[in-house]
């Protein structure tokens, strides 16, 4: 863990703790690089504002005037969405699109290419976050300033501003002496078992960093878009557009999603929202279920900023010494216990799924019909071709442009199961946002002597499971 606090324009804290790999004597400090996850949004948002400042676009630029193919479901929102909106996830496409396609493989523009077969939900009336959709606008962006996402970060944010250990690229990140491994649970003792290349989300999720180096960006947030010297990096106007609440944080629920019953907010990139006093919070967190969580907040009335990277899969404890944090700077002690608040909230999102799940496989299953009806080779828009293969006596299922393979074991009749996490654990991120334990079921249709189709429960959040031969 890594931990850094700024106030006044300084850095006044920064310190490691622990170790970068379990099982070896390397210690973190605070010029160790962390994988950031969902803190790239935010300080993507700035890369972008910076090129806004600069007239290469606008934060209402279409994204399709700079994305050549960007295709929706509906060609109005393929032509009205902007930046911002995606920025704002509130394009209307569904819940992290794209990342079930990221998972089995596909690489950054395969998936853009594929959010067209995605349904969408009301245009700028839903919040849904989508690591894909902001994607889109910052590639967007970097296409306009002639040049790629990690070049443009680097050139507009982090070379000016010194930050010489943080890039947005995973070979960069792989190759530093100094970084933290991420790190899991491995029945019941942390181990750095998988890794984790983000690359194809580059603007979403793909930054890695240290509390050093994050401590002088959010110095820079907090003075306006300007360096240590007084120069005006970032247009004023184009920063505080990304800090202004644009959308209402929730997905669809009425019940207001701040952990202490206030509404939150997310504005470009940044989680936008108010305390307890009236003050205004500019946060973010993130997370790889492969082994990083990550938290940062702002509150700028007070000049007042903390970052807490960790190298081991959100539960709760970079968000926790946030706001315990908060609560000490603005009312003298934390006001509740955080850690237990947040790491029930975390464990919802990363409890098994599936329905079958704690389920007992039926006693007296109907037989399945001979491996012949169900091999063959189906297909889909969206996840593209899968495969059904009979593997010493049992069947395969293949899908993805890795090949990766997902055993099929028979629960009842033409039903059987397979656990979606696939090859996560030989080193690939396959799985990455599904959650150890769960389990799918694979539905086979009939059509005459062989199955004309196939549904994989753990695809088809959005209609899109079937594969059909």
Do not use: C
């Not at 501003?161 to 792989?174: I, K, R, V």
């Not at 007296?364 to 297909?379: E, F, I, L, M, R």
């Amino acid at each position: 863990m890594a931990v850094a606090v700024v106030h006044g324009g300084e850095t006044v804290f920064a310190q490691g703790y622990g170790v970068r790999r379990v099982g070896s004597p390397e210690t973190v400090d605070a010029d160790t690089v962390f994988q950031m996850a969902s803190l790239s949004k935010p300080v993507g948002a700035t890369v972008v504002a910076k090129e806004v400042g600069d007239g290469t676009v606008t934060w209402d630029t279409p994204v399709a005037d700079h994305l050549p193919g960007f295709t929706l479901s509906d060609p109005t929102v393929t032509a009205q969405v902007t930046i911002a909106d995606m920025y704002s996830h509130r394009s209307g496409l569904p819940n992290h699109a794209g990342d079930d396609l990221e998972d089995l493989g596909y690489d950054q523009q395969q998936i853009l290419d594929r959010l067209r077969y995605l349904p969408l939900n009301p245009f700028r009336a839903v919040y849904n976050y989508t690591n894909y959709g902001l994607t889109a606008a910052g590639v967007a962006v970097a296409d306009a300033a002639g040049t790629d996402w990690s070049t443009l970060s680097q050139r507009d944010v982090y070379g000016p501003l010194g930050m010489d250990d943080t890039s947005s690229d995973y070979a960069t990140f792989a190759a530093a002496p100094n970084h933290a491994a991420g790190h899991v649970k491995v029945d019941g003792q942390y181990a750095a078992a998988w890794l984790r290349d983000p690359d194809g989300q580059s603007p979403a999720g793909g930054l890695s960093s240290t509390v050093n180096d994050f401590a002088t960006w959010m110095t820079m947030v907090l003075a306006g878009g300007k360096t240590a010297d007084g120069t005006q990096l970032i247009d004023g106007a184009a920063l505080r557009a990304a800090l202004t609440p644009t959308m209402r944080a929730a997905d669809g629920s009425p019940v207001p999603q701040t952990i202490d019953a206030r509404t939150g907010f997310y504005g470009h990139g940044f989680g936008v929202s108010s305390d307890a006093s009236g003050r205004v919070r500019l946060s973010h967190s993130g997370a790889f279920g492969a082994g990083a969580g990550t938290s940062f907040l702002l509150i700028p009335n007070l000049d007042l900023g903390i970052v807490v990277l960790t190298n081991a899969a959100a539960e709760g404890s970079a968000e926790a010494i946030v706001n315990e944090f908060a609560d000490a700077a603005e009312l003298g002690a934390p006001q509740q216990d955080w850690y237990t608040l947040f790491h029930d909230a975390l464990a919802g999102v990363t409890a098994p799924q599936g329905e079958l799940v704690g389920q007992t496989p039926p006693a007296d299953p109907a037989p399945a019909a001979a491996n012949s009806t169900y091999v063959g080779t189906y297909q889909s828009d969206y996840f593209g071709p899968a495969t059904v293969s009979e593997v010493d006596g049992g069947l395969v299922l293949t899908a993805g442009p890795r090949g990766d393979t997902f055993p099929l074991t028979h629960w009842d009749g033409s039903t059987f199961t397979l656990e979606p996490v696939g090859d996560r654990k030989a080193d690939t991120p396959a799985g990455e946002n599904v959650a150890d334990g769960s389990i799918s079921q694979v539905t086979f249709t009939p059509a005459g002597d062989t199955a004309g189709s196939v549904t994989v429960e753990a695809w088809d959040k959005e209609g899109l499971g079937t594969f059909t031969r």
